[in-house]
């Protein structure tokens, strides 16, 4: 059964930084992309952020483009989500996904999902 557990969230403060870690069991994810979502109340869930199998090529929804940054260890089978100059929109539950393919492609939805983190900004 493979999972992924989220780890990390929290409550900041606007500008603060926050650092999401996800680590995968039983399936290896070195040889596939693996990303982040979030949802926040009352909307849909959205795409933040996904790297490819090596770490190689990074993909950032515009709204996070600039201040979070996605990096993996494929020793420790995991992926993280480094957030700074967090704002109160960036509120939300953020899930790690996991893809069967190398590379991130938008029109293909992760088929592996965690649970969840709650992050939470206040202004």
């Known amino acids: 059964q493979v999972q992924l557990v989220e780890s990390g969230g929290g409550l900041v403060q606007a500008g603060d930084s926050l650092r999401l870690s996800c680590v995968a069991s039983?399936?290896?994810?070195?040889?596939?992309?693996m990303g982040w979502f979030r949802q926040a109340p009352g909307k849909e869930r959205e795409f933040v952020a996904a790297?490819?199998?090596?770490?190689?090529?990074?993909y950032y929804a515009d709204s996070v483009k600039g201040r979070f940054t996605i990096s993996r260890d494929n020793a420790k089978n995991a992926v993280y989500l480094q957030m700074t100059s967090l704002k109160p929109e960036d509120t939300a539950v953020y899930y790690c996904?996991?893809?069967?393919?190398?590379?991130?492609?938008?029109?293909?939805?992760?088929?592996?999902w965690g649970q969840g983190t709650q992050v939470t900004v206040s202004s």
């Open positions: 996904v996991g893809y069967n393919t190398l590379y991130y492609a938008s029109y293909s939805p992760p088929p592996y």
């Open positions: 039983g399936r290896t994810f070195s040889r596939s992309a």
């Open positions: 790297i490819s199998w090596s770490g190689g090529t990074t």
